[in-house]
């Protein structure tokens, strides 16, 4: 539901329920008036006549119209009855033989006054009491059927006028892409306004760090591929017999990879480059921990992969632990578990600190040791684009980093 619609149910329904509770209260308003002013005179009325018998002067009329005459005696029998309709109970008559009382009863109102000769009454018909209401009703109810559509007219446009601000920031959000990081038109001075401005400020913080990034990946590709071209068009040209030259040409061509992972990285791209074979993971760690320096200790699993990418991955986990501990304090750990091979990579340096573990895998990241922030992205990348994936638990003295790879269906089985 739009919030153009919840506004507009909220407020009509609002606007019905004062409506309605006013239209209530001017009915009783009236109806009490009508009510108040009719006792109020009859009880005077019965109290004049009751003096005026008290002194003797039985024949003074009444200036009330329409008002019935009674006399009761003192155990509520009848001795003079005006109007016959307007009868009372005996029991009723005599809760009046010490106070004036005013009894309300169905179609008239009394009013008794104890005299010397009985219980005086003086009774008045309340049919024109609910006639005045009846009417009133229909004039309410016709009230209402005129005032609720207008009021509910006047709550639509101000339900839409409301919602015109966040309908327009909606638009204009809905219409761009994810690299239209412009700001949104201003808004007012309410609070519409106030959301526009922290938008755009986070859209301005977006687009800086965006161009930070470009910037960064352009200047690192730049100033790495150059040299790695002509460093392998030399390596092509030298012959290819000496060892030594072989394993300068695999270092070049990894750091030309590497270089083209920054590019896939800012692109997301590391899952679609993959050349998989089946590769032996103990082997693998086995060149990690030569390379490095470091202790390797496990199994023999075999995983369907790209060995280059797993090759980048475990050397950039096992460079930061070297780097935080030294190669004497990592330690390599290859086993199988329910269809996967885990790897881990544990050293003995300071830890990383607890409010950056969350954001440790993001790009431009920088763990204690410093580092350019994108080793880490890109080992993630890794192992999810081989179905995998990749976690880290830390604290002073122990940080170990946990990938999870599926081995191959024929392990399994």
Do not use: C
Not at 65 to 79: F, I, K, N, S
Not at 190 to 215: F, P, Y
Not at 389 to 413: A, C, D, K, N, Y
Request: no cysteine; hydrophobic share 45%.
């Amino acid at each position: 539901m739009s919030l153009t619609a919840r506004l507009f149910l909220a407020f009509g329904l609002l606007w019905a329920l004062l409506l309605l509770a006013s239209l209530a209260t001017a009915r009783r308003a009236v109806e009490g008036s009508l009510r108040g002013h009719l006792e109020a005179t009859l009880l005077q009325d019965a109290r004049r006549v009751a003096e005026a018998y008290t002194r003797g002067q039985a024949g003074t009329p009444l200036a009330t119209g329409g008002v019935r005459l009674h006399l009761y005696a003192e155990d509520g029998t009848p001795l003079v009855l005006t109007d016959p309709a307007h009868r009372l109970e005996a029991a009723r008559v005599r809760e009046a033989q010490k106070t004036p009382r005013l009894l309300q009863e169905e179609g008239f109102a009394a009013a008794l006054v104890r005299t010397p000769l009985g219980i005086l009454a003086l009774t008045q018909d309340t049919r024109y009491i609910q006639e005045a209401l009846a009417a009133l009703d229909r004039g309410l109810l016709l009230a209402f059927l005129l005032l609720f559509p207008v009021g509910l007219l006047l709550v639509y446009l101000t339900a839409r006028l409301i919602a015109a601000p966040l309908r327009r920031a909606a638009r204009e959000v809905a219409r761009r892409g994810p690299e239209d990081l412009e700001p949104l038109p201003p808004g007012g001075r309410d609070e519409v306004g106030a959301m526009v401005e922290s938008v755009n400020r986070l859209l301005q913080a977006l687009k800086e760090a965006k161009e930070r990034e470009k910037t960064f990946l352009a200047e690192v590709s730049h100033e790495l591929r150059t040299p790695l071209t002509v460093l392998l068009g030399h390596l092509e040209r030298l012959p290819k017999s000496p060892e030594s030259l072989e394993a300068l040409r695999r270092t070049a061509l990894h750091l030309n990879r590497l270089v083209e992972d920054l590019l896939a990285l800012a692109r997301g791209e590391v899952e679609r480059n993959l050349n998989l074979h089946v590769v032996d993971l103990w082997d693998l760690l086995q060149e990690v921990a030569r390379e490095q320096g470091v202790r390797a200790e496990g199994e023999r699993a075999e995983v369907l992969g790209d060995p280059d990418r797993l090759l980048q991955l475990f050397r950039n986990l096992v460079h930061n632990g070297v780097r935080a501990a030294g190669p004497q304090g990592v330690r390599l750990r290859l086993w199988k578990e329910a269809g996967w091979a885990r790897v881990e990579v544990e050293d003995e340096g300071p830890g990383i600190p607890e409010d950056l573990l969350p954001h440790l895998f993001q790009r431009f990241t920088k763990g204690p040791g410093g580092g350019t922030g994108l080793g880490l992205a890109i080992a993630r990348q890794i192992a999810q684009a081989h179905g995998g994936g990749i976690g880290v638990e830390s604290r002073p003295g122990r940080t170990v980093f946990t990938v999870r790879l599926p081995l191959l269906q024929e392990e399994v089985e």
